[in-house]
């Protein structure tokens, strides 16, 4: 094994990312050394580096949480995995036994310890992963292709499930922004909703052309017209019974208050910043709720979907340095669905 090697590292704040040389970690006791087979360019990454989510514990940082490859080397206590295994990384790292902890929901106990936010991430050859029970076993997926599922993958489908008890036969569920995460968004509410009306809405042609493609029933470009008018049009007034808020913007967030049937439920993923008046007058007992990452076992059950092709990443593989031409072309809505880094 190497002693040095190549990783992407952000060294100040609204700056390309630098390909330095760092030293490889060595495995001890639970940790694993993963050699990164894919590491997704994910929207937060941006959040970072121009310091909107003020997450980063130091510079230079290596970022990149959503990770998979190959076990290169283990510690002594490690059980299940061996090296050559291929394996995707959770990310939700923490390490405080905490009630959230011990009920599975690790990724709510410490964001501070979150892989490329708190730790150093897989914009590298290799990731230190601090115990094997973060690793699941690929079992037949390629590690480029299961990379963006530990996050694009994983976060929309823990967010489409919680619209899952408010859903029934008929009812429309709204995504809006398929992007890297909203495409999987699509696919999950075209598989586990078949009997509802499923819209897509972006600003962006391209993205509402591959929305189709996935299985969105109507495509609204936001851009072109109101999407709060067409969704109350095309449900005669009610309202959406489901809406997942991929973006989370201002105009995005106003947009699903105001779109929300009776009773529906309003999940906010997107980390854009945004906000909106909440009035009590709204009398219709619309659920407005977030969503944080996903849990291992809701991990498992997205590469469970990915292996019967339900889950289906759209990938543009990059090089080192090709990464910051990718992150430009993220930022100005230019990647069709996923760069992943392939070291
Ligand atoms: P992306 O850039 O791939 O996709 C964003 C999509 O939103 C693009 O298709 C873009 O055209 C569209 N869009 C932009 N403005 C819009 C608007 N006003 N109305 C409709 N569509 C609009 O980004 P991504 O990687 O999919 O990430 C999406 C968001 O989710 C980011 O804010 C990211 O930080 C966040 N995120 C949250 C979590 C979580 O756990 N809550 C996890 C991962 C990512
Ligand atoms: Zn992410």
């Known amino acids: 094994m190497p002693k040095t090697m190549r990783a992407a590292q952000l060294v100040a704040y609204n700056q390309p990312l630098e390909i330095r040389e760092v030293e490889v970690p060595q495995p001890q006791g639970e940790a694993v050394l993963v050699k990164i087979g894919g590491s997704g360019l994910c929207h937060?990454?941006?959040?970072?580096?121009?310091?909107?989510?003020?997450?980063?514990?130091y510079l230079p940082f290596t970022m990149g949480h959503e990770n998979a490859g190959w076990v290169e080397a283990v510690g002594e206590q490690v059980q299940g995995f061996a090296p050559g295994d291929p394996v995707a990384v959770f990310g939700g790292w923490s390490t405080k036994p905490d009630r959230f902890t011990w009920l599975g929901e690790e990724q709510l106990t410490d964001?501070?310890?979150?892989?490329?936010?708190?730790?150093?991430?897989?914009?590298?050859?290799?990731?230190?992963?601090?115990t094997y029970r973060y690793l699941l076993p690929l079992e037949g997926l390629q590690p480029?292709?299961?990379?963006?599922?530990?996050?694009?993958?994983?976060?929309?489908?823990?967010a489409l499930k919680k619209l899952l008890p408010d859903l029934y036969p008929g009812s429309t569920v709204v995504i809006i922004g398929v992007g890297g995460l909203g495409q999987f968004g699509v696919q999950y509410?075209?598989?586990?909703?078949?009997?509802?009306?499923?819209?897509?809405?972006?600003?962006?042609?391209?993205?509402?052309?591959i929305a189709r493609d996935l299985g969105a029933d109507e495509t609204i470009n936001s851009r072109q017209a109101d999407p709060v008018e067409r969704i109350k049009a095309m449900t005669g007034g009610e309202g959406a019974q489901g809406i997942v808020d991929f973006v989370g913007a201002d105009t995005t967030m106003q947009q699903a208050y105001q779109m929300a049937g009776r009773q529906a439920k309003v999940v906010f993923v997107g980390l854009a910043g945004g906000s909106f008046p909440f009035g009590t007058r709204?009398?219709?007992?619309?659920?407005?709720?977030?969503?944080?990452?996903?849990?291992?076992?809701?991990?498992?059950?997205?590469?469970?979907?990915a292996r019967k092709g339900v889950a289906k990443p759209h990938i543009q593989r990059v090089r080192f340095e090709e990464m910051n031409q990718a992150f430009e072309d993220l930022a100005h809505g230019r990647i069709e669905g996923r760069a992943v880094l392939v070291p």
């Not at 979150?114 to 230190?128: D, H, K, M, N, R």
């Not at 007992?285 to 849990?295: K, M, N, Q, V, Y």
């Open 44 to 57: 937060s990454d941006l959040h970072l580096m121009h310091a909107e989510i003020p997450m980063l514990p």
């Open 282 to 305: 709204l009398l219709n007992e619309a659920t407005f709720t977030t969503s944080s990452w996903g849990t291992l076992a809701e991990l498992s059950e997205v590469l469970a979907l």
């Open 189 to 209: 509410a075209r598989a586990l909703t078949p009997s509802c009306t499923v819209v897509a809405i972006d600003v962006d042609e391209n993205k509402l052309r």
């Open 111 to 130: 964001v501070t310890k979150w892989v490329g936010i708190g730790q150093p991430g897989g914009y590298a050859e290799y990731l230190l992963v601090p």
């Open 144 to 158: 480029v292709e299961a990379a963006p599922l530990t996050d694009a993958g994983l976060t929309p489908y823990r």
